[in-house]
Nanobody, 123 residues
């Protein structure tokens, strides 16, 4: 089992920055891919960014150039640096982890989820 705990959400003005963290614990050696998802009110959960154990990254078009996903293997922690935030970025952000990358990118049968952290961007 793997436990994921997000932190770093909060209220920020448009144009501001936040850094989200996702700390993983448990049998983390089974994890080969992780990702950040978000869900805005009334909308479906969507993939924001993903990262593999080898460090390969992928981003949603809506956040390219503004968000950066990274991980610190020694700390079993994944990050999402969010810059130039917009009100449209307001959502609950979830950390996801799986042994298979296509599950992360396809939002299909993902093994592990965090409980989420709320990001609110005011205009």
């Amino acid at each position: 089992q793997v436990q994921l705990v997000e932190s770093g959400g909060g209220l920020v003005q448009a144009g501001g920055s936040l850094r989200l963290s996702c700390a993983a614990s448990g049998t983390v050696r089974s994890i080969n891919a992780m990702g950040w998802y978000r869900q805005a009110p009334g909308k479906q959960r969507e993939l924001v960014a993903s990262i593999t154990r080898g460090g390969s990254t992928n981003y949603a078009d809506s956040i390219k150039g503004r968000f950066t996903i990274s991980r610190d293997v020694s700390k079993n922690t994944m990050y999402l640096q969010m810059n130039s935030l917009k009100p449209a970025d307001t959502a609950v952000y979830y950390c996801a982890a799986d042994r298979l990358l296509h599950r992360i990118t396809g939002n299909y049968g993902i093994d592990y989820w965090g409980k989420g952290t709320l990001v609110t961007v005011s205009s």
